[in-house]
């Protein structure tokens, strides 16, 4: 189950790069040969040392300071003590564990299937039963949601305009970088938009009142996912806390390869360092909290856990193009059911070892509307409402484990 886990995780993290990849088979065969050419050529032609100019000027244009293992041992967030926390380690987790009572709720990465997250917590709020959650933590583009997720139905519409109201050109512009195949800066820039000072005080009245809000990001230097603390940035709420809290929801859907790491200052022995952090599914494709502590004696700090699957569990039958982009990109799905697959049943069975609550959401395995491209409006839309229609009727929630059989259906999307 570990390895798989761990394999799978990998996958989970590369899910919006298959969609990016397999996004050309929509083109007569052709033009997949000349894209991919391109994408070669570019890839092998030298690249200046400061790299191409983005929106916002030269990336990434400097090198970094050495550092070492031990430096990152102790490396800190400046001023802000419990920023972050390895998300492996249960001494380091118990530091930032919530004082307020009440269930949790875990919301897996999916790409543009992150509409049905949000429908689902919309359908929620008008069923008049969603409870206040204690925690709330994100990964991907579950990061994305979770800061409005915590802050509760207010913001319910303020999700789904992150769903029905973009396109592609909204996440990411066809441009080489020093160390990436795009440039994500259109993404910067509506994270910027929705991520205001207003939000950061309210979410730091939340976390002063006992409740948490966690977003996972991959340290890339240390290989192990890192659990921030955001509440604790929020109240620092100065400029560097809001522009760190915007690059860890960044940096937590950052696709590897694909867009660039963000780098994160931290201070280590007195030194600044500069770290580089990506996509919080390389390690798992939600967190609720570290896995040993599912696995050992003592009772996690639960009572219930919902958990929000922006995906289907079951595999689906779907011929792949003979090509490097439909082969690549139905691998990597298989690979991301694997993963959603093994998360669920070890989060099942930590929850049947230790006696708490657990209820699943994911996408019915009956959804087959038609996704024309990258970030499809009209397939987000269509998502968006199954999931309010399943919120609303209390139906998204499963208290048994989900069949995570490898039969999985016929439909292909």
């Known amino acids: 189950m570990q390895t798989l886990r761990v394999f799978a995780g990998f996958a989970v993290g590369l899910m919006v790069c298959a969609v990016l990849a397999t996004a050309p088979t929509l083109r007569p065969a052709p033009a997949h040969a000349q894209k991919l050419a391109e994408v070669k050529k570019k890839i092998e032609r030298k690249v200046d040392k400061k790299g191409p100019a983005t929106k916002d000027g030269p990336k990434d244009s400097a090198e970094r300071a050495p550092f070492t293992a031990d430096d990152e041992d102790v490396a800190v967030i400046p001023g802000i003590p419990d920023a972050r926390v390895w998300g492996d380690s249960e001494t380091d987790f118990a530091r930032v564990l919530p004082q307020a009572s009440g269930p949790w709720l875990a919301i897996s990465g999916g790409g543009s299937d992150g509409a049905y997250g949000g429908g689902v917590l919309a359908g929620w709020t008008e069923s008049g039963t969603r409870p206040e959650f204690a925690v709330v933590t994100g990964s991907s583009i579950g990061a994305l949601v979770a800061p409005f997720a915590f802050l509760g139905p207010r913001y319910d519409d303020e999700i789904k305009k992150n769903f029905t109201t973009i396109a592609a050109a909204d996440i990411f512009e066809d441009r080489l970088t020093r160390d990436s195949l795009f440039d994500d800066w259109p993404l910067k820039r509506i994270i910027e938009q929705r991520v205001t000072t207003k939000l950061l005080s309210e979410i730091a009245a939340e976390h002063a009142r006992g409740r948490r809000l966690f977003v996972a990001t991959t340290n890339l230097d240390a290989g192990r996912r890192v659990v921030w603390n955001m509440g604790a940035i929020a109240a620092r709420g100065d400029d560097k806390a809001l522009k760190l809290f915007r690059d860890v929801l960044l940096a937590s859907c950052t696709i590897p390869g694909f867009f660039s790491p963000v780098g994160i200052e931290v201070e280590a022995r007195g030194k600044l360092l500069e770290e580089m952090h990506n996509d919080g599914t390389l390690t798992a494709p939600f967190f609720v909290v570290p896995e040993s502590m599912l696995s050992g004696t003592t009772r996690p700090p639960l009572t219930q856990v919902y958990v929000i699957v922006n995906s289907k569990l079951g595999p689906e039958f779907n011929m792949p193009a003979r090509s490097v982009p439909g082969v690549l990109g139905r691998s990597i799905a298989v690979a991301l059911t694997a993963a959603l697959r093994a998360q669920v049943a070890l989060i099942h069975a930590g929850a049947q070892r230790h006696g708490f609550g657990l209820r699943v959401a994911h996408v019915d395995e009956t959804f087959n ?42 439909n292909a999307r």
């Open 369 to 410: 509307f038609p996704s024309r491209g990258v970030f499809d409006g009209k397939y987000m839309q269509a998502l968006y409402d199954v999931g309010v229609a399943a919120g609303k009727k209390g139906t998204a929630f499963e208290d048994a484990l989900p069949d995570l059989s490898q039969r999985g259906s016929t």
